[in-house]
């Protein structure tokens, strides 16, 4: 599929692994998402334009590069909150805006409850952040949220990603790029990805029901 990306690279396995065991706890679970956030980064940050610049060395001026792009981070609430810190490690400047979906276990659609998005003056590049690409339709939503907010390039980055969720995406989406980690078998029928690692957002927070 055309613009999505699945990371092979070893350490992404390994991390993987440890992050799918129902055994590892929210501590360990929370680390290794951070640890993938950063590879998935890396990935998804392989594009940006710079510009030259000089600096002073201890010795003597030299010629470098840094990020000429405004980038803009933008979670989706909850589960895409433990991404934020290590691509903010990565790219220091950059915007953190958030928004807010809860899927209605009925309908399975997303219902937004939160947007924080300013009025104009789009970022550059919008990496928008959800650890699993299950249905689509939270992904979906953010997208023409940031879009509509008049982003010209926008990335999707997810830890999982289900068939069927990529499909949503790229049909409506086809010229926004996706990087994941693993591309999964296919969705059950409450929604979660198979074999997936079940909610993230309740492992993430330890916000399971006892």
Known sequence: MRNVFELHHPLVQHHLALLRDRNTGAAEFRRLLQRL?????????????????????????????????????????????????????LIPDAEVWHLGFYRDEKTL????????????????????????????????????????????VVKLLAMIASPEGLRKVHTQFPRTQVYVCAIDTRLNDQGYILPGLGDAGDRMFNAHAH
């Open 37 to 89: 956030s950063l590879l998935l980064a890396y990935e998804a940050s392989k594009d940006l334009d710079l510009r030259e610049i000089e600096v002073e060395t201890p010795l003597m001026p030299a010629a470098a590069r840094v990020i000429r792009q405004r980038i803009g981070v933008v979670p989706i609430l909850r589960a895409g909150l433990g991404m934020v810190d290590p691509i903010v490690t």
């Open 109 to 152: 659609r997303p219902v937004e409850y939160y947007r924080k998005l300013p009025d104009g003056d789009p970022v550059d590049v919008s990496l928008v952040l959800d650890p699993m690409l299950a249905t689509g339709g939270s992904a979906v939503a953010a997208l023409e949220a940031v879009y509509r907010w008049g982003v010209p």
